[in-house]
């Protein structure tokens, strides 16, 4: 049954640390436990949540459930729509999104941590994927333009296909909604971050066709 306190009793849980039961209800703004109950239990019913007796005392302390496929669900729950954009800004989101992309180059790991939490559907693409190779088989089309100028290397071309991803994903939550707190500056750090890495790759290309066309006498 939909009910407001649902979200403002995710949002406090979203730090993905423990709280005490009476706290969750003063948090949400009542001033007995008993009034939330039937909310706590149908989040421990749901997994939402890992529920404890506190040492010491009679009650309960609740902790959000930080598996894989709990936090899916918590995202793609109906009533908690509203809350994607806080709940990919948590700490702990990333780490159990993202991980199987920390065999990317250089800075490529943490760029794509700051697109997930930027964009809905960035998010949504990438967890399609099991793994960075399938979305380099996925995406070799995207990278025609590098192979045609022979402007291309791994870094190069992995940073060129998730600018192309998160582009369009953002133009998608532009329209639908999805889109968290600096997506433009992103977008530009990114350009940016391309720009530094053509220029180093075509550095060699531009010695090599100098060293060819030298003055002849």
Not at 40 to 46: L, N
Not at 154 to 183: K, M, N, S
């Amino acid at each position: 049954m939909k009910s407001p306190v649902k979200p403002r009793l995710m949002r406090i849980l979203l730090d993905g640390e423990p709280h005490s039961e009476i706290d969750l209800a003063t948090g949400v703004g009542f001033t007995k436990v008993a009034t939330i109950r039937k909310r706590i239990d149908s989040f421990e019913r749901a997994r939402f949540i890992i529920r404890k007796r506190e040492e010491g005392s009679a009650g309960y302390y609740c902790q959000l459930n930080c598996s894989r496929d709990t936090i899916q669900k918590i995202y793609d729950y109906p009533e908690f729509r509203a809350l994607r954009p806080e709940i990919r800004r948590a700490v702990w989101f990333c780490p159990v999104f993202t991980q199987q992309f920390a065999v990317l180059p250089e800075n490529l790991p943490l760029l794509i941590d700051e697109m997930v939490r930027a964009s809905h559907t960035f998010f949504e693409t990438i967890c399609m994927y099991d793994n960075p190779e399938k979305i380099r088989e996925t995406y070799q089309s995207a990278l025609l333009v590098n192979k045609i100028t022979g402007v291309s290397d791994p870094a190069f071309d992995d940073l060129c296909i998730y600018y192309q991803i998160f582009l369009h994903a953002v133009i998608r939550d532009i329209h639908y909604g999805g889109l968290g707190e600096g997506f433009a500056q992103l977008l530009n750090r990114t350009q940016e971050s391309l720009g530094h890495r053509y220029a180093e790759c075509i550095a060699p290309v531009k010695k090599r066709v100098g060293s060819a066309g030298g003055v002849h006498t």
